[in-house]
């Protein structure tokens, strides 16, 4: 994955650092290697600051394909100027993450990744996007996901209990920066994985 743009605010750069550290732990406490090429999904991608750290912690493997997906149109334009993937396919498209069952000639992912969930803010919403985005999946695939609190990383939990979904691991990180604005909010607080 090729950076072609540098990062738009300061402190980005240490905050994919210590998430690039994060999924590494996240991987070895649930036991899971990716090999081969993967199809990989980033949902509510917002500008995908950490596409090129998700595709480094994946390794051996190699992204084939790579999609992030975003209501925001802005956001888009930008991670699409800052990815590349030079042996592989890469976009990033505008669009309601509840409808990627419509979306034609898209493969199944080996991997879901949603950094920042808001599931707290609109649940039935996310109930939705949660659907779509088990459907997409292959049946060996993983879902991760971040989340900034504890009440939205708990609801988050809770829903995937409901639909019987595995958890594999689930690290609070003790490295998270906290939001200057905002009290009990951490970037990429907690992180977890589950398996369909
Ligand atoms: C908390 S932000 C996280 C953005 C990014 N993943 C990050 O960590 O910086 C939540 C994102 O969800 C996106 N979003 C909310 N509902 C969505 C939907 N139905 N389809 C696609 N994106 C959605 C918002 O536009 C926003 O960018």
Known sequence: MIQSLPFSFPGITEDISRLGGLLGELLRLADITFHGRLAILNLACGRADETGILAAALEPAQVGFYLGMDLRADAIAEAERRWDLPNGEIEFREGNAAMIGRMEGLPAFDLVFIRHQNYWHEPLVWEGILDEAFATMKENGYLICTSYFDLEHELFLASM????????????????????DAEGKSVDRWIAVFGK
């Open 161 to 180: 209990r409901t639909r019987g979904v595995r958890i594999l691991a689930n690290v609070r990180n003790a490295k998270s920066r906290d939001l200057p």
